[in-house]
C-alpha cells in the first residue's frame, strides 16, 4: 500500500537533498551505539522546534538528536503544508545509547510520501453495516480485516448477487485506518472508535457510513478463500509457514507451487474446476502470478 507521489511532488523532493560531512564529535553528544553509517527510512514530524522519526513498519517514535538536528527542522518546516504533519524521510546516521537517532545526514525529504499503513489487532476483525431501503435499495457491507494485513469486503445491493473485494488494510501514523482495494481507484479511510469503523469520506447528502465490529474476521469466507485452498490442495503445494491464513492477495504462486510442474498442473486443474478452456488462452495465463490474480480470473469466469 505503498502511496503515491507525483512527478511535481518528487521534483520538488529532491530539492531537498542534502549531503553533509560527518559532524565532529562535541561534548555533550550521546554516546553512539552503531556506526554513523545507517540509512533510516520513515516519517519525521516536528513540533516545537524540535523533531522525531517513525521507522517504517514499526510505529513507534524516536528523537532526533545531533549537529545536524536543526537543519532537519528547518527543512521540514520549509516543505510540509502545516507543522506537525508526517513527511517520508530518508536519513544516515546511528542509533544512541539513549534510544534517539542522531543525524549525520539527510538524505531526502518527500512531504507527499507517507509509510505503508500497520495491521494492529486493535483494528482486525470483522465489521458490519446494513442498510434499510426498498427491496432494490436495500444495501449490506461486510468488510473483514486480517492480523496479516488481508482485507476483504462482500457488499450487496438490491437482490444483487454478493460482490467480493480483495485487497490491504493497515493503521497510518494518524491513527486512521486505511483500506486498499485493487480495483477501486481510491483508498477508503476510517476512524477507528471503539469496536465501530466511521468512513471518513461522507457519503452523498452528508450521511456517514459506520460499520460495526461482530466478531473476528473469517478467514474461510468468500471466492479468495476457495481459491487459495485451491492451490493449497495441489499435490506439489508447499505449506505456508504462517498456514492458509498468512497467505495474501499478493502471495506469488511460485512459492506456493516453487517448481514449473507445480504450475503447469495448478493451470490444467484450473481450466478443469472452471471450465476455462476458452479463458485460458496462452496470451492469458502468463499474467496469473499472484492468488489475486487468479481469484479475479476466476471471479470473471463465474459472472
Known amino acids: 500500500m505503498s502511496a503515491s507521489i507525483s512527478p511535481v511532488a518528487l521534483v520538488a523532493a529532491l530539492f531537498t ?24 527510512e520513515g516519517e519525521y514530524r516536528g513540533t516545537d522546534g524540535k523533531g522525531r522519526w517513525m521507522r517504517c513498519g514499526d510505529g513507534h517514535y524516536f528523537p532526533i538528536t545531533g549537529p545536524k538536528a536543526d537543519s532537519l527542522y528547518r527543512v521540514y518546516t520549509a516543505q510540509v503544508g502545516h507543522i506537525g504533519d508526517a513527511a517520508k524521510v530518508w536519513l544516515r546516521g546511528a542509533w544512541t545509547a539513549d534510544s534517539s537517532v542522531h543525524l549525520n545526514t539527510l538524505l531526502l525529504l518527500a512531504p507527499a510520501m507517507r509509510c505503508d499503513p500497520i495491521p494492529t489487532s486493535r483494528g482486525a476483525g470483522s465489521y458490519l ?12 457491507i461486510r468488510m473483514g480485516l486480517f492480523a496479516n494485513g488481508r482485507a476483504t469486503q462482500y457488499s450487496v445491493v438490491g437482490s444483487a448477487e454478493e460482490r467480493e473485494e480483495s485487497g490491504m488494510w493497515g493503521m497510518d501514523s494518524d491513527g486512521r485506518l486505511i483500506v486498499e482495494f485493487p480495483q477501486r481507484p481510491m483508498i477508503l479511510t476510517y476512524a477507528l472508535d471503539g469496536d465501530s ?7 452523498p447528502a452528508g450521511a456517514v457510513l459506520v460499520l460495526h465490529r461482530t466478531g473476528p474476521a473469517d478467514a474461510e469466507y468468500g471466492l479468495f478463500a476457495e481459491v487459495r485452498n485451491f492451490i493449497l490442495e495441489q499435490p506439489t ?9 498468512s ?17 503447469a498442473a495448478l493451470e490444467a486443474a484450473t481450466r478443469k474446476r472452471y471450465g476455462m478452456e476458452a479463458e485460458l488462452s496462452q496470451r492469458r495465463w502468463p499474467a496469473i502470478v499472484t492468488v489475486h490474480d487468479l ?8 459472472q
Request: glycine fraction near 6%; charge should be negative.
Open 295 to 302: 481469484t479475479e480470473l476466476v471471479r470473471h469466469t463465474k
Open 17 to 40: 537533498l542534502v549531503s553533509c560531512e560527518r559532524p565532529p564529535s562535541t561534548s555533550g553528544t550521546s554516546t553512539l551505539l552503531t556506526a554513523d553509517t545507517l540509512t533510516f
Open 197 to 203: 469503523l466511521r468512513q471518513l469520506a461522507p457519503l
Open 237 to 245: 503445494a508447499v505449506d505456508p509457514a504462517g498456514g492458509a491464513a
Open 247 to 263: 497467505v495474501l492477495p499478493s502471495t506469488y504462486l511460485s512459492t506456493l507451487l516453487p517448481n514449473d510442474t507445480g504450475l
Open 129 to 140: 453495516v446494513e442498510i434499510a431501503g426498498s427491496a432494490e435499495n436495500k444495501r449490506s
